[in-house]
């Protein structure tokens, strides 16, 4: 499984630094994913539709983020060792700039 840990990330939205933490696990071969928040104090749940492991360090997710909208949201995630980079769709924003270190 790819990225599986705690990673610190900066988002890259206008006007606004936001630096989430989020951690990928495995449950019984499956992927789990949780956001924390906590400079906005919340914690957001993730919906996971589907992840794709595009070999041999990218993560393709599809997921919905209920706190923010229904509808469907895509992000992309390259690992690379200590390191991740990507993009996030944020409803109103749209594709998004993110880049991680692990911390977990």
Known sequence: MIG??????DVAIPFL???PVLTIG????EYTF???VSG???SPAVNLISVEEVMPNKLKVTHTI???TNGAL???LVFDGMYCKGTLEIPMLGKVTVKGVKVG
């Open 40 to 42: 906005f104090g919340a």
């Open 4 to 9: 599986i840990g705690k990673w610190s990330l």
């Open 17 to 19: 630094k936001v630096s």
């Open 34 to 36: 949780t956001i924390d």
């Open 26 to 29: 495995n449950e019984n071969n």
């Open 74 to 76: 895509e992000a992309e």
């Open 66 to 68: 209920p706190m923010i």
